[in-house]
Antibody, heavy 119, light 112 residues
Framework: QITLKESGPTLVKPTQTLTLTCTFSGFSLSISGVGVGWIRQPPGKALEWLALIYWDDDKRYSPSLKSRLTVTKDTSKDQVVLTMTNMDPVDTGTYYC???????????WGQGTRVTISS | DIVMTQSPDSLAVSLGARATINCKSSQSVLYSSNNKNYLAWYQQKPGQPPKLLIYWASTRESGVPDRFSGSGSGTDFTLTISSLQAEDVAVYYCQQYYTPFTFGQGTKLEIK
């Protein structure tokens, strides 16, 4: 059974860096084709894809946010970490991590973690 | 980037009636290498992550009621709920998953 869980701070000040961790089980990020991604959702708004990392360390980023994002993996801990710099109140929302097989749709989502950007 | 545009933004349908949501992509998501449309539909209820309903534009995910169906190809797609039930009240999103992901803006479905 595949599960994913996001963790990190609930409150971040503007200009600070956000670090979120996705801890997963039921699959290995060392298996060919497997990836973990991040998607966010501002309150009452649509879903926005942020980043993806694959088993071979191939990384993909949203073009509009690429300069602010870094995604890394720790296969031994079954974790993926997303960092996002220079946070702004418009970055407030729920951040989800997801499981993906290369070129496939998303079947598994974490429950999401809510992040508020405020001074 | 592929832009996904849904219509309408909101929809009120009577219980037992048909609900139709449209999704248009700014470029084709049908890839000739495998003749598949990289288009999925998700349902999201308040406080929950999205739930996969349809993938490859028309394949129903396991466990999804057969009143949900997807159709279309290339740039134009439709999600149809054949007989609306109370538990179908939610926001519905289309998504292309080739480049790698973009989502539509969502359609809020309510009971009339």
């Amino acid at each position: 059974q595949i599960t994913l869980k996001e963790s990190g701070p609930t409150l971040v000040k503007p200009t600070q860096t956000l670090t979120l961790t996705c801890t997963f089980s039921g699959f290995s990020l060392s298996i060919s084709g497997v990836g973990v991604g991040w998607i966010r959702q501002p309150p009452g708004k649509a879903l926005e894809w942020l980043a993806l990392i694959y088993w071979d360390d191939d990384k993909r980023y949203s073009p509009s946010l690429k300069s602010r994002l870094t995604v890394t993996k720790d296969t031994s801990k079954d974790q993926v970490v997303l960092t996002m710099t220079n946070m702004d109140p418009v970055d407030t929302g729920t951040y989800y991590c997801v499981h993906r097989v290369r070129d496939g749709y998303i079947t598994y989502w974490g429950q999401g973690t809510r992040v508020t950007i405020s001074s | 980037d592929i832009v996904m545009t849904q219509s309408p933004d909101s929809l009120a349908v009577s219980l037992g009636a048909r609900a139709t949501i449209n999704c248009k992509s700014s470029q084709s998501v049908l890839y000739s290498s495998n003749n598949k449309n990289y288009l999925a539909w998700y349902q999201q209820k308040p406080g929950q992550p999205p739930k996969l309903l349809i993938y490859w534009a028309s394949t129903r995910e396991s466990g999804v009621p057969d009143r949900f169906s997807g159709s279309g190809s290339g740039t134009d797609f439709t999600l149809t709920i054949s007989s609306l039930q109370a538990e179908d009240v939610a926001v519905y999103y289309c998504q292309q998953y080739y480049t790698p992901f973009t989502f539509g803006q969502g359609t809020k479905l309510e009971i009339k």
